[in-house]
């Protein structure tokens, strides 16, 4: 039974331009959430996808888009890349949106880098 | 609103000893905690979690966390650290209804031979 995968494991982008990075939740699940998690600090809630609406956003811009698909798959994209945008990202996904009660799965992680 | 303050950025023990990750949290409601742990260019792995059941909670790895509402605290303990335990290892909070997780800055486990 495959985790949560995540594609591209790395990549390097200019500022400026736009990325897309790509979430499979584990078998099963249905909800897909994404957090960024810069250099030396916890992950930050981004926002989380259910039945392909965004539910709950955290305090991120409107650079910061997503996309939840009909097999629950999910796309971060993230436009007008800034230096500030290099991190690590975070999909997680569950079976139900709240956390008590469910056990989130988190992805290795797609590492962005902006020069 | 929820939050979570972890104590200590960085904690070195030896091999067989044991292990104290300090963590307090400041929430609203009813919450949920968590205890994460990331290993380097790993994802986070769930160490434990507290949702309102037994207050003294067992995860993998012989960990295991006691939750004190009285003194807003969840900390990590190990009876005996072993060198794979050396990580990045995150406490988490959630609020009942909340679906987002809230994580501490981190602490950093060395595991000194």
């Known amino acids: 039974d495959a985790g949560v995968t995540q594609s591209p494991t790395h990549l390097i982008k200019t500022r400026g331009q736009q990325v897309t990075l790509r979430c499979s939740p584990k078998s099963g699940h249905d909800t897909v959430s994404w957090y960024q998690q810069a250099l030396g600090q916890g992950p930050q809630f981004i926002f989380q996808y259910y039945e392909e609406e965004e539910r709950q956003r955290g305090n991120f811009p409107d650079r910061f888009s997503g996309h939840q698909f009909p097999n629950y798959s999910s796309e971060l994209n993230v436009n007008a890349l800034l230096l500030g945008d290099s991190a690590l990202y975070l999909c997680?996904?569950?079976?139900?949106?709240?956390?008590?009660?469910?056990?989130?799965?988190f992805g290795e992680g797609s590492w962005l880098t902006v020069v | 609103a929820q939050s979570v303050t972890q104590l200590d950025s960085h904690v070195s023990v030896s091999e067989g000893t044991p292990v104290l990750l300090r963590c307090n949290y400041s929430?609203?409601?009813?919450?949920?905690l968590f205890w994460y742990v990331q290993h380097p260019n790993k994802g986070l792995q769930l160490l434990l979690k507290y949702t309102s059941a037994a207050t003294l909670v067992k995860g993998i790895n012989g960990f295991e966390a006691e939750f004190k509402k009285s003194e807003t605290s969840f900390h990590l303990t190990k009876p005996s650290a072993h060198m794979s335990d050396a990580a990045e290892y995150f406490c988490?909070?959630?609020?009942?209804?909340?679906?987002?997780?809230?994580f501490g800055s981190g602490t950093r486990l060395q595991v000194q031979p």
């Open positions: 997680a996904s569950s079976r139900g949106q709240g956390a008590k009660g469910n056990t989130i799965y």
């Open positions: 929430s609203s409601y009813s919450p949920s």
């Open positions: 988490v909070v959630s609020e009942t209804g909340r679906r987002a997780l809230t």
